[in-house]
Structures are given as structure tokens and as C-alpha cells.
């Protein structure tokens, strides 16, 4: 079993950065593909960023390309969310997940794709 737990959530000004931390328990071994979600109200769940474990490719939505970035401490078994620039259009319930299916697939995931989730974790950006 594989527990994931984000942190790091809270509200900022518009321009602001936050920094979500998704840790992983369990048998992390078997995850391959790591990524972050987000949904806002009245809306649909967009992935906003992938990356594949071990060092491998990061995968953004062309919604946050340039503005986050993801990265991963294999020895915290932590992924990490750098979100700099942040916009109203941002705030949303974020969530990590992750996924056993081979690396080779880390770029074209879908939300069902994905095997464990976390608990999400709010940003709320004012304008």
C-alpha cells in the first residue's frame, strides 16, 4: 500500500510562490510516475505537472509551463511543486497522485490512470 500526503497549500498574493511537498510512503518503489493535479470549483481536474521517478522527464500543462516546475528528493521520498507567478486563475484544490504503470507512459496519463492519491492540499491565490 502507498500513502500520499501534500502540504504546503495557503493563500498568496497574485504574483506570490508556494512550494507543495507530496510525501510518499509504503511501497514507493512501485511508483513510477508522480504528478500533480488540481480542480477548482465548477470545474475539471487538470493535470498540471508529471514527472517520471528516478530522475526521468517532467511534463507540464502549457497552463503552468514556465511558471512551476516539479522535482522530486528520492532520498525524502518527496515530490515537490515550485509555483512561482501565481494567478488567480491558480487557486484549486491540488492533489498528488501517482501511478505504477511504466515510466515509458509518465508523459500521457490520465487522472484514471493513476493508482494512489492524496488528500489535496488548498491554494488560494487573491487578486
Known amino acids: 500500500q502507498v500513502q500520499l500526503v501534500e502540504s504546503g497549500g495557503g493563500s498568496v498574493q497574485a504574483g506570490g510562490s508556494l512550494r507543495l511537498s507530496c510525501a510518499a510512503s509504503?511501497?514507493?518503489?512501485?511508483?513510477?510516475?508522480m504528478y500533480w493535479f488540481r480542480q477548482a470549483p465548477g470545474k475539471e481536474r487538470e493535470g498540471v505537472a508529471g514527472i517520471s521517478t528516478g530522475g526521468g522527464s517532467t511534463y507540464y500543462a502549457d497552463s503552468v509551463k514556465g511558471r512551476f516546475t516539479i522535482s522530486e528528493d528520492n532520498a525524502m521520498n518527496t515530490v515537490y511543486l515550485q509555483m512561482n507567478s501565481l494567478k488567480p486563475e491558480d487557486t484549486a484544490m491540488y492533489y498528488c497522485?501517482?501511478?505504477?504503470?511504466?515510466?515509458?507512459?509518465?508523459?500521457?496519463?490520465?487522472?484514471?490512470?493513476?493508482?494512489?492519491w492524496g488528500q489535496g492540499t488548498q491554494v488560494t491565490v487573491s487578486s
Open positions: 497522485a501517482a501511478s505504477i504503470l511504466h515510466r515509458s507512459w509518465c508523459g500521457r496519463l490520465k487522472g484514471d490512470d493513476f493508482h494512489y
Open positions: 509504503g511501497y514507493i518503489h512501485s511508483l513510477n510516475c
